[in-house]
């Protein structure tokens, strides 16, 4: 079905945890040279005029196995005194930082202060950790998720997320600096050179539209279509919030929900065994192709699997695409 | 002598460790309502986005008996971890942040950047931890001192001090944005009611002179004069380059050199006993009467007796002056 030997370049589009560990499964088959992931930026803020990039630290770190596997975001071994010292002074201790992952936010900082993009920062951050993979932020420009949410009207994501904890009713979101936004450096060649394109497991709301609302990324997946992993196992989401927000916003928390949202851009669609019944009913809606397994990316064996299973999946759409429909 | 339970208000102008140690003996014989501590900010920098106070911190540690007794500077029981990432990162590290001390620049920075002013940032601070002694920094503005040294040109403070561990030689100083700054709130109250006004033994030109630049502070204590604490013992000073910086100045590290900077603010100046052998002849040249102990501030209990001397000193030159000095 494979031949793993002459692998083609594969990009992943990734939120945080869910598409950080997608992306460390893929990087046991495909070559760092040859896996690239467009991380989301949409959450990215700045706490004590620091600059934190979640979904880019989460997915460095867990590429580089530094990550906190409790937690799935910051990093292992950690220590919290500067928090501790925060508290103390009666500072904002609702995003938490710990002492290791700071050191990441102050270099980061530092050199987006000398006028380095943040593709390039996370580049050298890469390096460093011994991450081979390509990592790129969706854009270097200025992207914030808003929402706007029941009592509390519009809040910068972080202050929904963390501070509220996803509680408040979700209303409507914005995506804001999108439609100014350029993809960052590499990001544009990368989607083009593909043999494949993969959605990770992750938010499609919180992670993947803030990805795909960058001018020109959409459009190449609407000519390449790709493949995602449903973040919706049995209506309910692995983690985090997709599946309340998904009924919050009119939607199901289904695959064949999933399915429509993104007919646009897609070539096939994993879902869960669980979800198996409604493969014919996605298949007949949208005529896009299902790969039934178990996507539960539980340790590394669980998230190798399910990374697996894509990847070729992706293949064979990709090559009997191909023979089907020639070149114009 | 003196009558500690009708004790006035004491003003001491500070710089780091030496005026942090003064500071904290003094607080031991004035209540903390009636002590404040005017402190340097020509040190201030921002490594990494942070707002970093070197001297207000280390006085603010010390009286809150938390600094590192080793380094004078710091947090005691400190971690390093942020540093290590930084490290790891390939990021500056040539000047140490450690964890808990990172947590009070990330939460000044924080407050700093809602537009709260140094002073009220640092009353808050001191509240937090305990030091009921007010702590003022010498101005809100932005005041920071620049060497000029042998082969490197002009530099920032924290370059030459940290970075190249004062071993250019210093050819000139400059406190910029000194002509423009206030005094902060609080600085000239506590000047005009001070019964005692004291220079701790800082270095004149590092910790000092960047206070007294602050135009209005320098001419309160013409009219009012202060007592000194000499940092010179022996021809050397007890940390740090005033010495060094005495000599390539073209002064020398000695009281009497201190005596004849200082003239014009002056009513008395305490100096070690290694130095007797100059008091008569700084009294002699400068007029200025001279308290002569034994200046090194050893423990807990060298700073005590140094901060008695100074102070009970300074009360009695203040009460002699005032009967042979009527007011006009």
């Known amino acids: ?161 963390v501070r509220h904890q996803w509680r408040p009713r979700l209303m409507a979101l914005a995506y804001r600096g999108a439609t100014r936004a350029r993809p960052a450096p590499g990001v544009m060649e990368a989607l083009h050179e593909a043999e494949v394109i993969l959605l990770a497991p992750s938010n499609p709301w919180l992670s993947l539209d803030p990805i795909l609302a960058v001018p020109g990324i959409r459009s190449v997946l609407q000519q390449k279509r790709a493949v995602a992993v449903s973040p919706f196992i049995a209506g309910r989401a692995v983690k985090g919030p997709a599946a309340k927000i998904a009924r919050e916003l009119g939607y199901t928390a289904t695959p064949l929900s999933l399915a429509e949202y993104y007919q646009d851009i897609l070539s096939g669609l994993v879902i869960d065994q669980a979800d198996a019944a409604q493969a014919p009913l996605i298949t007949q809606r949208t005529g896009i192709p299902v790969y039934i397994t178990d996507t539960w990316m539980q340790g590394p064996e669980g998230r190798r699997r399910v990374a697996y299973s894509a990847w070729t999946f992706a293949r064979l759409l990709a090559s009997s695409r191909g023979v089907e429909e020639p070149a114009a």
């Open 1 to 161: 079905m494979t031949d793993e030997s002459s692998a083609g370049r594969v990009v992943i589009l990734s939120g945080g945890v869910g598409g950080a560990r997608f992306a460390a499964g893929m990087a046991d088959w495909v070559p760092p040279e040859a896996l690239t992931v467009v991380v989301n930026v949409g959450d990215d803020f700045e706490p004590f005029n620091l600059r934190v990039s979640p979904d880019i630290d989460t997915v460095c770190y867990t590429l580089a196995g530094l990550e906190n596997p409790e937690t799935g975001w910051g990093r292992r071994d950690e220590t919290w005194h500067a928090m501790e010292t925060i508290e103390t002074l009666g500072g904002p201790t609702w995003f938490r930082l710990g002492d290791r992952d700071l050191g990441l936010h102050l270099e980061r900082t530092r050199r987006l202060a000398q006028g380095m993009p943040l593709s390039q920062v996370t580049r050298a951050i890469c390096q460093a950790l011994g991450v081979r993979a390509q990592v790129l932020p969706a854009t270097d420009d200025s992207l914030r998720t808003w929402v706007k949410v029941a009592e509390h009207g519009w809040l910068p994501f972080q202050e929904y997320f």
